[in-house]
């Protein structure tokens, strides 16, 4: 039931709908088609990671999205620098403020969702500038050639400096590119089959995978030897054992292999663990039986999966993390914000040494992404040797690390694990309806949605709890464990899950192919 007084974001939808869009298909669109424009949109996205900015001085990056850049789906220096991050950013905040009544829409009335997306459509753009001018403006560095180029020609003008307009051409581009990337994503969900946003994650991940698997370059580039190996797990273990004897091999050989980064051989090990559980576990399901009420015989399965709210919760979570991560090396470094009164330059809320974005101590310490067994297990096996990884945090800074960034993950997922399954009708009440309106009904109870609300009531908001738990849990476990690549655990989890589930998918598209009378029950057209 839609709410009384209508919320203030409808006098937002005029603007929001001028905004460049795609327009839904107008009837059934057939499976090959589908296909072709996710392959056209895939092909589309590497093209976007390996274009790279015009004007931008590439040997003077600082990369803050450095550690989430797999979950992100981007491209460092590229049109993809900023990957979803704005999308995600902007529908974590939509869906904060919707489920805590903040923002008073009812997203079961079909005009309140119309809102609600049109109205996230628009927050997507506030993200695209909020995230690309302070990078800019401080991380991302224009040529000295644009900018005395620039200077040569509005210079005498005295308006405006030639650096000022890079940094306005860099900032273009990027708001170009990720309004792009927002746009392929709603190609996809609505004329291909899944999610775009989840398929670039995918792509980003495998990318990293093959690479840091096979990479046969040297690790800092020029010739290889016994301190500057392959890059690759798999070149750099038989480069390690055709060069080194059996005493260097005995005496630290085994262990780079196995343990040191890059891309140390438990990291393999761990990718192709992560990737068979999750697998598994995808599987694992209840079933509700179904029965039609008219076609006597007709019966089916509703399922309920133990992974109910999919892998969405995490992404939501990584990309909350990131936010933070990125929000802290602003407050510490940028020269603005670094004078904001408490929160500015403060060593509990993260501290970056010059150079670098990876938080060495603070809060955002506490809550980055372990990189693997180097960057926690060593530092409390052996504080004396390892230390370094851990930047000098005693055995006990680093046990609490574990236990904050394992807690956070799993209770952040949970969160939002309920919010999403509420706001995108995958709720009991939601499922019951559409059950009821497919003309099914579970055998022994009568044709009711109230009945229908009742019975699923006993499992879904159990299972949606149990769900955004064990996949905060595997992704933190994943991460703890490390993988190949830098694609991180969560990446690796995600990347499983999405594959999984785009296979269903398309069974599901071919089976509507085949059958269309199924098409109203699955929701197509």
């Known amino acids: 039931m839609a709410y009384e007084q209508k919320s203030i974001l409808y006098k937002l939808k005029p603007i929001s709908d001028r905004l460049p869009a795609i327009k839904r298909p107008e009837g059934h669109v057939h499976f090959r088609t589908k296909i072709m424009w996710v392959i056209l949109m895939l092909v589309l996205y590497f093209i976007m990671t390996n274009i790279y900015l015009y004007g931008l001085d590439q040997s003077n990056i600082l990369d803050i999205f450095g550690p989430y850049r797999t979950i992100l789906a981007g491209s460092q220096g590229s049109l993809m ?90 900032v273009l581009q990027l708001c170009i590119g990720s309004y792009l990337v927002f746009l392929m994503d709603e190609v996809i969900s609505k004329w291909g089959i899944g999610s775009g946003i989840s398929l670039f994650i995918a792509a ?119 936010n933070f991560s990125i929000v802290s090396l602003l ?16 060593d509990w809320i993260g501290m970056y040494p010059d150079g670098t974005t990876t938080a060495e101590g603070g809060l955002a310490w506490y809550l980055s992404t372990p ?11 052996d504080p004396a040797q390892y230390g370094s990884y851990a930047y000098g945090h005693t055995p006990l800074q680093v046990i609490a690390k574990v236990i904050i960034f394992f807690g956070a993950m799993v209770f952040g997922s949970i969160l939002f694990a309920k919010f999403w399954i509420m706001t995108t009708n995958m709720g009991p009440e939601s499922v019951a309806r559409q059950i009821e309106s497919s003309g099914m009904q579970i055998p022994g109870f009568r044709r009711d949605p109230r009945v229908l609300k009742r019975v699923l009531e006993r499992y879904i908001p159990v299972v949606t709890v149990l769900s955004g738990a064990i996949v905060g849990a595997l992704a933190a476990g994943a991460d703890l464990i490390g993988t190949v690549g830098n694609a991180s655990g969560t990446g690796v989890l995600l990347a499983v899950g999405i594959l999984i589930h785009f296979y269903e998918a398309m069974g599901r598209e071919q089976m509507m192919e085949m059958h269309p009378m199924l098409r109203g029950f699955f929701g197509g057209e």
């Open 204 to 322: 980003g991940v495998a990318e990293a995978i093959f690479t840091g698997t096979l990479n046969w370059n040297s690790v800092n580039g020029g010739d290889l030897s016994l301190s500057n190996p392959p890059a690759g797990t798999i070149p750099k273990t038989f480069y390690y054992i055709f060069n080194m004897s059996s005493a260097q091999m005995a005496s630290g050989g085994y262990e780079s292999i196995l343990l040191q980064p890059p891309n140390p051989m438990i990291a393999l090990i761990g990718t192709i663990i992560i990737f068979l559980f999750v697998a598994y576990i995808e599987s694992s399901r209840i079933e509700l039986p179904l029965a039609h009420g008219a076609a006597r015989g007709a019966r089916g399965r509703y399922p309920i999966k133990l992974l109910y709210a999919s892998n969405i919760p995490v992404i939501l979570m990584s990309a909350l993390l990131a």
């Open 81 to 170: 620098h900023l990957g979803i991050g704005p999308i995600v950013t902007a529908s974590i905040i939509m869906q904060l403020f919707v489920g805590a009544k903040i923002i008073k829409l009812d997203l079961t009335d079909d005009q309140d969702k119309s809102v609600y997306q049109s109205t996230q459509k628009l927050l997507v753009i506030v993200m695209i500038i909020i995230e690309s001018v302070p990078q800019v403006f401080g991380y991302l560095t224009p040529s000295p050639s644009l900018v005395s180029g620039l200077d040569g020609v509005v210079g005498s003008t005295g308006l405006i400096s030639g650096g000022t307009l890079a940094a306005f051409i860099i």
């Open 371 to 381: 990189n693997g067994l180097s960057g926690w297990l060593l530092p409390i096996l």
């Open 331 to 346: 407050l510490y470094t940028n020269p603005t914000l670094e004078g904001i009164p408490l929160i500015g330059h403060n």
